[in-house]
Every structure is written in structure tokens, then in C-alpha cells.
Antibody, heavy 116, light 107 residues
């Protein structure tokens, strides 16, 4: 059974970078698509982007050039980096396996607070 | 970008009643709509995927319909365990977008 687990700092200062890791077990990240989704206080959900089985990426234009999703296939992990964060990036961040746009498997989520 | 407009924002229902949630999209997405349930403190759970397809293990009380720009999610005979937030999400085009969510409470 595929399982995903997010990890990373729970507190990030404004203007710094947010970095999260998603560790995957039970399924190879060299198959399918692997994405990041966040849920803001107030329940709004936003798809951030994905990295594909081949390593290609697609990002939400709303995040412009701030986002990068990479992977380490030897560890079966993929990563999120979001630069120049503000308080508006405070959210619960989820990693998920997607068959392109359908998110069938999710991590439990990790709360990241942006505050000085 | 496809905007997804979900309504209502909240529902308060009695056990056994029928729940209906609407999602309308700003572009034609065929039947590329997914529905999720999120209970408090948990990750979202995919209930219904593209083509109005019920996921394995999901009770048949849950269903959806729609094509193009208008979609409806239904829970027949709602139970106490169905409380949570329900989201629709279009998977037709990038960026994938979600509805604002419907909070379901049971009386």
C-alpha cells in the first residue's frame, strides 16, 4: 500500500525559504505523478505543482518563480521548496500521489507557520 | 484557469437526510471532476473520481453526476460519520483547482 509522509520545519521566518520532504513507501516515485497541495486557514485548498515519473514538473502559475519540486529516486523522496515566503504562505502542506490531476493518496499533512 | 464555484458553504442535516452539493466550473471540463471528504485532523480522502466513478471501499450512499460545467455530489441517508468538509476539484487542466468546500454538520 502506498504511504506518504511529509517532514520539515514547522516554523519559517518571512522572506526565507520553506523546504519540505515527502517520503514515499510502497510505490516507486518513478511511476505516476507526485504533487504538493496546501490548505490555508479558512479551508481554501491550492494545488501547488507536481513532479512526474520522468522528472518533469508543472507548477501553479500563482506561485510564479518561487516554487521548485525536485526528487531523489534513490531515497524515493520528493521535495518542495518555496522561496520568499510571507505570512500568506502559512498553511497545512500535503504531498499526494496523483494520476495527473486526481489525488488518490495523501500524506497526513504538516502545518507550516510563517512568522518572525 | 478554471474557477470552481461550490455551494452551499455549509449544511446542517439530520441523520437519514439527503445531502446535495453543487459545483460549477467556469470552463467545460467534460467529466473531469473529483470529490473529496476531509474529516477533522485527517487528510482529504478521494471518494469519487473522474467520470463519476465511486472509489473502491466507498459506500454507495455517495454518488455524483454531471458533465461539462455543472456537477452535483449526493449523499443518501447521511450518517453521523459523514461529518466533515467536502471538496470538489477539477482535473481537466492545469492548474488543478478546488471548490471552496462545504462543511457538513449533523444535527
Amino acid at each position: 500500500e502506498v504511504q506518504l509522509q511529509e517532514s520539515g520545519p514547522g516554523l519559517v521566518k518571512p522572506s526565507q525559504s520553506l523546504s519540505l520532504t515527502c517520503s514515499v513507501t510502497g510505490y516507486s516515485i518513478t511511476s505516476n505523478y507526485w504533487g504538493w497541495i496546501r490548505k490555508f486557514p479558512g479551508n481554501k485548498m491550492e494545488w501547488m505543482g507536481y513532479i512526474s515519473y520522468s522528472g518533469s514538473t508543472s507548477y501553479n502559475p500563482s506561485l510564479k518563480s518561487r516554487i521548485s519540486i525536485t526528487r531523489d529516486t534513490s531515497k524515493n523522496q520528493f521535495f518542495l521548496q518555496l522561496n520568499s515566503v510571507t505570512t500568506e504562505d502559512t498553511a497545512t502542506y500535503y504531498c499526494a500521489r496523483s494520476g495527473l490531476g486526481t489525488f488518490a493518496y495523501w500524506g497526513q499533512g504538516t502545518l507550516v507557520t510563517v512568522s518572525s | 484557469e478554471t474557477t470552481v464555484t461550490q455551494s452551499p458553504a455549509s449544511l446542517s442535516m439530520a441523520v437519514g437526510e439527503k445531502v446535495s452539493i453543487s459545483c460549477k466550473t467556469s470552463t467545460d471540463i467534460d467529466d473531469d471532476m473529483n470529490w473529496y471528504q476531509q474529516k477533522s485532523g485527517e487528510a482529504p480522502k478521494l471518494l469519487i473520481s473522474e467520470g463519476n466513478t465511486l472509489r473502491p471501499g466507498v459506500p454507495s450512499r455517495f454518488s455524483s453526476s454531471g458533465y461539462g460545467t455543472d456537477f452535483v455530489f449526493t449523499i443518501n441517508n447521511v450518517l453521523l460519520g459523514d461529518e466533515g468538509i467536502y471538496y470538489c476539484q477539477q482535473s481537466d487542466n492545469v492548474p488543478y483547482t478546488f471548490g471552496a468546500g462545504t462543511k457538513l454538520e449533523l444535527k
